[in-house]
């Protein structure tokens, strides 16, 4: 119940005004001759009271909203009109996802309104179902609608798991008070939510942390729109997403939120990916990088076919190739759009051989999970791993991304951090690096090596042909006639090609006089 006494509230000093002012009225009818003798004054002065309120009523409603179109106007006159007799509805700002209005104003019932800013969307309801998706700006609701769901347009950060000083072996203590136990079990529920365990049976408790939005482009400069991007599809669908946990008593815990479930799909992602790898190839850089699967135009855009490996051959990925170059429309228009579930395989309109996409870098485990983990967040098609982490021929579909799309997110990023392991299997750890950490220096080594020289002689390729390239050009344009000639417009080329690359000239000065000389000696010689 509201607890502001009754001489503070609004209609008590509307209602003393009134008394006040008829009673001045009353004895100033009195003192000039009584109610009889001045009837028509009373009847003009009442007509004159009612025009005046509803202009005055009419003016201010113009300033307390944002609104432009008269018929905006006219609804806030009717809801002043209630709320001069204390029989409006709730007038609520929604601002950065959150309800800002007094106390019980979402309990009172009548025609009311909604200003919702521009990062805030809402979806309202009657009694048995949802009505309307309202985003950025005033709006005017009916007596029997309310507020079923407020969507953030912000994009949130989800981070599940423990904090860099939690311990998860830590025991409790002999004769714990009641604050210990509860630190204690606050401690056990993080570490039970993304507790996982590796191909070797060793736990990992990391923190997962997932960046997210309602799935929607922002509005681009000068264009009408929330620029945190609102689309009334995805905020309907993620307000249907959410659900009651039957599990609780608490009312702040009862409602599940449509925001809760990417750190609750990232945490299954986790432990399906660790699964495949053991402790030590999570920071062994002995792993071939995964390649980015090229994406489809239109992502429903599949062909589900059996579960059996594809096999291609090069003259079949040739002609494959030559095809979808060829007729790729005509291939969209055949494709027949189906469900897919984890226990299909899916095949994306356009098909690459991932074994000639094979990425000559080295990754750890760790980088591949963080990799996998976000492509099948946000990517409809995704490369496949056997159960050793090994990539395999193929595509399939996301069916996490699919989930997420069908619920209006679009998770931004996701990662793993703060690992945490035994105190035993970290002591194994710094003993290891104590006696390899030689070993992999000189690996590192000697690979920085191999790319220096790899691209010391790719960019000597490069300028060959681009010296090349300027040479031919050359001698399109001067089109000689004898060899002499030709020998000339070569020389002066490259002279010109030199002296205008400073970092060239710094290498070559004494070949570059030497060409000079060369150059003279030509036109001396008037060859």
Known sequence: MDDIPYYRKPWFNSVVLTII???????????????????????????????????????????????????DRKKIVSRLLLH?????????????????????????????????????????????????????GVHFIESNEKIASIISLHAQTQVIGLTREDDPFEKLKDNPTEEEQKKYQEL??????VRAMTRDGIEVFPSISVTFKIDAKPAGPGKKGSHFGFN????????????????TTSEEKRRVDWNQLPALIAVDLWREYLSKFTLSELFDLTLSAI???????????????????????????????????????????????????????????????????????????????????????????????????????GYEASSEYKKLKERGIAVLNVSINKLHFSPVVESQFLEHWNTSWLAQARNDQNRI??????????????????HAFALSQAIMGDNPVTIPAAVKTL?????????????????????????????????VKNL
């Open 291 to 393: 390649p980015d699967i090229p994406q489809p135009e239109t992502p429903p855009a599949y062909v589900t076919l059996p579960r059996t490996p594809l096999l291609i051959k090069r003259g079949y990925a040739a002609r494959l190739l030559r095809n979808i170059n060829n007729s790729f429309e005509k291939r969209l228009d055949k494709l027949i759009p189906k469900e897919e579930s984890p226990d299909e395989e899916a095949i994306p309109a356009e098909k690459t051989d991932i074994k000639k996409m094979g990425d000559s870098r080295k990754q750890t485990a760790l980088q591949i999970i963080n990799h996998m983990m976000k492509t099948r967040l946000t990517r409809a098609v995704i490369a496949k791993l056997d159960d050793c982490g090994r990539l395999l021929e």
């Open 21 to 71: 002012l008829l009673g001045i009225y009353i004895y100033n009818l009195v003192w000039q001759g009584g109610l009889l003798a001045n009837l028509l004054g009373i009847v003009l002065d009442l007509i004159l009271v009612i025009l005046v309120y509803q202009a005055c009523v009419f003016f201010y409603a113009q300033f307390i909203l944002p609104i432009q179109t008269l018929g």
């Open 188 to 193: 056990r529920s993080r570490c039970m939510a």
């Open 449 to 466: 090596e191999r790319l220096n020289t790899a691209y010391t002689e790719k960019g000597r390729q490069k300028a060959d042909l681009d």
């Open 84 to 136: 001069a007799r204390n029989a409006h509805g709730p007038a609520i700002f929604v601002k950065n996802g959150r309800k800002v209005e007094r106390l019980g104003e979402s309990n009172k019932r009548g025609p009311g309104v909604l200003w919702v800013d521009t990062a805030s969307a809402v979806v309202t309801r009657t009694f048995t179902t949802f009505k309307q998706v309202l985003g950025p």
């Open 232 to 247: 009334a599809e995805a905020v309907e669908k993620a307000a249907r997403s959410e659900g009651i946990n039957p599990n």
């Open 491 to 523: 020389l002066r080329e490259t002279q010109s090609e030199s002296k205008l690359n400073e970092r060239l000239l710094s290498r070559i000065r004494s070949e570059v006089e030497t060409l000079d000389e060369l150059v003279k000696w030509v036109e």
